[in-house]
């Protein structure tokens, strides 16, 4: 069983700026792809960015280009999502996830991600 442990969420205001983590346990070698999703009451789960974790190669969804940041950090076998310029909307649970294929290159499909985190709360008032 794969265990994903996320931190790094809590309550800013707009503008402010959030840095969440997610750590992959009990997962043999690195996972393929890293991803971030969100969902905030009453609506979908967004799909907002991916990581290929061996090329590095990102993906981010046009709703949050330009103010978040997909990284890694190899070394810790940690995925990074910096979010800047947060506004109220950005208001969501916050899940990072994991997948070993994708099944439309440079597509964010929650579907391909098996194993998921647990979810943290990102509150931005206004």
């Known amino acids: 069983q794969v265990h994903l442990m996320e931190s790094g969420g809590g309550s800013v205001e707009a503008g402010g700026s959030l840095r969440l983590s997610c750590k992959p346990s009990?997962?043999?070698?690195?996972?393929?792809?890293m991803g971030w999703f969100r969902q905030a009451p009453g609506k979908e789960r967004e799909g907002l960015a991916i990581?290929?974790?061996?090329?590095?190669?990102?993906v981010i969804t046009d709703s949050v280009r330009g103010r978040f940041i997909i990284s890694q950090d190899n070394a810790k076998n940690t995925v990074f999502l910096q979010m800047n310029n947060l506004q109220p909307e950005d208001t969501a649970i916050y899940y990072c996830?994991?997948?070993?294929?994708?099944?439309?290159?440079?597509?964010?499909?929650?579907?391909?991600?098996?194993?998921w985190g647990q979810g943290t709360q990102v509150t931005v008032s206004s």
């Open positions: 009990d997962y043999k070698g690195r996972p393929n792809y």
């Open positions: 990581i290929d974790s061996f090329a590095g190669d990102t």
């Open positions: 996830a994991a997948a070993t294929r994708l099944s439309e290159r440079r597509k964010i499909v929650a579907a391909d991600f098996a194993y």
